[in-house]
């Protein structure tokens, strides 16, 4: 159980597209997802929270309007990279929480999406 | 400000020789301290969470630890596949991660 996938696991786009990346829950209905983003070397970094049915928070620092997030399912969540630019490339990993049968407070994360910004 | 600093950044080791991560933090309001293995190109796995000062948790060659101040990572007899950056993180209201320790293990 508690098995998050996403999709793509690696996209390259064109400076000035945007890329939507999709998070599921596989088993299990997850009340809130979070992305991050990770580059290389580094540690995760936390981009924003999801609830189910609610508008994302983001971190101090993200745009919102350049990082879509929709959350409009218990196993879905999409972050979608508005015009992207080279800077945008990176590791972007979502996790999911609130499953029955675990702690409230575990995260499970997906495998990752590297995005490259050409 | 909530904090997490792992040490040591990087760490090679000869297979069967055993060795300690640590995790040092400092916040407010802690809801549990996790550590996750990270492969490279993947998303983090979960190893433990440890809940309060004293408890412990083992899995196979590792064994977690916790106090009130940090947090250590025991690696027992490694081998080669226990490589991979082990993560720390810290959960307030949310997950703060510390930057990682890259473990090597040589045959």
């Known amino acids: 159980g508690a098995v998050v996938s996403q999709h793509p696991s690696w996209v390259i786009c064109k400076s000035g597209t945007s890329v939507k990346i999709e998070c599921r829950s596989l088993?299990?209905?997850?009340?809130?997802m979070f992305w991050y983003r990770q580059f290389p070397k580094q540690s995760l970094m936390l981009m924003a929270t999801?609830?189910?049915?609610?508008?994302?928070?983001?971190e101090q620092g993200v745009e919102k309007d350049k990082f879509l997030i929709n959350h409009a399912s218990l196993t879905l969540s999409t972050l979608t990279v508005t015009s992207a630019h080279p800077e945008d490339s990176s590791f972007y990993i979502c996790s999911a929480r609130g499953l029955a049968g675990y702690s409230y407070n575990e995260q499970f994360f997906g495998p990752g999406t590297r995005l490259t910004v050409l | 400000e909530d904090q997490v600093t792992q040490s040591p950044e990087a760490l090679r080791l000869q297979e069967g020789e055993s060795s300690s991560l640590n995790c040092s933090y400092t916040?407010?309001?802690?809801?549990?301290l996790f550590w996750y293995r990270q492969d490279p190109g993947k998303g983090p796995e979960f190893l433990f969470t440890?809940?309060?000062a004293g408890e412990e948790k083992e899995k196979e060659r590792l064994k977690a630890t916790l106090t009130k101040k940090e947090s250590f990572l025991h690696i027992t007899a490694p081998k080669p596949e226990d490589s991979a950056t082990y993560l720390c993180a810290v959960n307030t209201d949310k997950l703060i991660f510390g930057t990682g320790t890259r473990l090597q293990v040589f045959p």
């Open positions: 916040v407010s309001g802690l809801r549990g």
């Open positions: 999801s609830n189910e049915g609610s508008k994302a928070t983001y």
């Open positions: 088993d299990f209905q997850a009340t809130t």
């Open positions: 440890l809940y309060s």
